[in-house]
């Protein structure tokens, strides 16, 4: 099989049918599994299952990932170069950011990956009006002045799309805790 794009039968078959229990079963025997896409545009059973909001089956893929040192697949880009973070961040599903992230932040350098337009999940969550994603990755941001989050390739930044979006406020109060007072 191709190792990027894996056409096993039972595999593809599972996620693309949403046969999660199978798809689970194979992703803790073989950890590999986690990284396969399963097409360009849908990414892997993880994007797939984030997608679909499935948060029992997302926290078991991380775990998985997580039980067989894979979770370099957690930054794996779909065709638009979206993580599942990106996924979650942009369907405003916070429990799901959450989990990728991990309990005690371990993986919130995720925050920091771009996709093909220059948009981080924050970007994303912003961007698509997903409050409550946007502060608990907003709470995530590094204290190091890297404003690229912030900011898209087209040179939009997160406050452009604050005022279009009409959350101004919530970002008034996100940048005085980050920004302000550095």
């Not at 099989?1 to 803790?28: A, L, P, R, T």
Request: with cysteine.
């Amino acid at each position: 099989y191709n190792s990027k794009y894996f056409k096993g039968e039972d595999f593809h078959g599972s996620v693309v049918q949403g046969n999660w229990d199978d798809v689970i079963h194979m992703c803790e025997n073989k950890g590999m599994l986690c990284k396969i896409m399963i097409n360009a545009s849908r990414g892997t059973a993880l994007h797939v299952a984030v997608s679909e909001g499935n948060e029992v089956v997302v926290n078991r893929l991380v775990e998985s990932m997580i039980n067989h040192n894979m979770v370099e697949a957690l930054e794996w880009k779909d065709e638009k170069g979206d993580t599942p973070l990106h996924l979650a961040a942009s369907r405003g599903l916070k429990h799901i950011c959450e989990c990728i992230i991990g309990p005690n932040y371990e993986r919130k350098y995720l925050i920091t990956i771009h996709n093909e337009e220059g948009e981080t999940p924050l970007f994303q969550a912003a961007l698509s009006w997903q409050k409550q994603a946007f502060m608990y990755l907003s709470s995530l941001m590094p204290d190091d002045e890297n404003y690229s989050v912030l900011i898209r390739r087209n040179g939009d930044s997160i406050l452009h799309v604050a005022i279009r979006r009409e959350f101004f406020g919530k970002l008034l109060n996100f940048l005085a805790l980050h920004f302000i007072y550095c």
